[in-house]
Structures are given as C-alpha cells and as structure tokens.
C-alpha cells in the first residue's frame, strides 16, 4: 500500500505540475497574441495623427480663403467647402483615436470583440462619408488651385463648373449603385470585401488575432 500510495502521490504532483506548464503555455500565447493586438494599432494611430495634421492644413487653408473673399459667394463656396472638409477629417480621426484608446487590453476576449465590432462599424461608416464627400470635394480644391493661378473658373466658364458637378454626380450614382448592388442577395462575399476594405488592415488584423484567442481559449 505504501508503494501504491507514493504512486499515485507521485502521479498527482505530475498531473499538478503538467497543468501548472499548461496554464503558463496558454497565458504566455494569450499574452503574446495581446500584444500583436495592441501593436497592431500603431499604423493606424499613426495615419489618424496625420489625417488631423492634414485636416488641420485644410481647415485654416479652407478658413483663410473665404474669410478674405467675403461677399463674393462662388469664393466663399470654395473656402466654407474646404473647411468643412478639414474638420471632418479632424473629428472622424479623434473618434477613430478614442475608440482605440478606450480598449481594455486586460478585459476579456469577448469585450476587447465588442470594442473592435465598434471600431470596425465605424469606420465602415466614416468610409461611406468619405466616400460621400470625395466624389464632390475636388471640386472645389481643383477650383481653389485654379483660382490660386489667376484663372477663375467660375466666372470666366461657368459651364466646366456645371460638368465638374455632373461628374461627381455621377461618381456619387456609381458609388451608390456598388453599395446597394453588394447588399442583394448573392453579393455576400461582394459586401464582405467592401466592408474589410472600408474597415482597414489595421482592424481587420486585430479581429483576426482575437478570433484566434476566442477559438484558442474554446480548445
């Protein structure tokens, strides 16, 4: 009996000592994961610093060049366009920032996945804006450049402004037309890229790392 029970004694302190290297595998390759998670944010933080810098940029650009051509309203149209454009930059890269800064990295899996499922919704969001504002937004830029020259289009060929318009117009049709063509049946897969391309390499990497904890932590 006592050779039994120095056995089984042995096999309990082996069976405590496999699952201790056990938890310590699983939380070092949690860990591990974790921070390819958190890192992988580092682009992306990066590109919204520079969206606010250029947004800024266009803001006082936008700003200065209606306020010094008040009364005239085609100028004012250009400069007002502008401005607003800047500052859409600027708050939809904060928000992007605040989203990433409120992650709770110690939190578990399932909330970090609602955290970066509102990441990714809106981004998808701000893409369809940006998508939105870019079909017309040259416009005015092209004009301002123009403008900056010495040619004012507006007053000197109205007619290009008319056909610069008729093609954002048409732009906007065929942008459209993509997003509710992807959302019919059948189109899953077309949906589905648009939306990881709207949601950036950034977050769809960080999905994808959690999704290999979930399933990890599951196993």
Sequence with gaps: MTELDD????????????????ALAFHQIRENKLSRFRSGFRP??????????????????????????????????????????????????????????????AAPVLTLQKQIAELRRWHVRAGLWFGIAGCFIWIPLLLMIFYALGADVWARNPEVVGWFAVSGLASLGVLLAIIFWSRRNGREKMARNLENSSAGRSVNRAQALLDEIERFERE
Aim: aromatic share 12%; net charge positive.
């Design 7 to 22: 056995l089984k004694s042995a096999w309990q302190t082996l069976n405590r000592t496999v699952e201790r290297q056990n």
């Design 44 to 105: 992306l933080v990066f590109g919204q610093i520079c969206q606010i810098i250029a947004g800024a940029l266009l803001a006082l650009w936008g700003g200065s060049f209606w306020v010094d051509h008040l009364g005239v309203a085609h100028l004012m149209i250009y400069g007002i366009s502008m401005h607003a454009y800047g500052l859409m930059m600027i708050l939809f890269a904060a928000r992007d920032l605040f989203l990433i800064k409120r992650m709770d990295y």
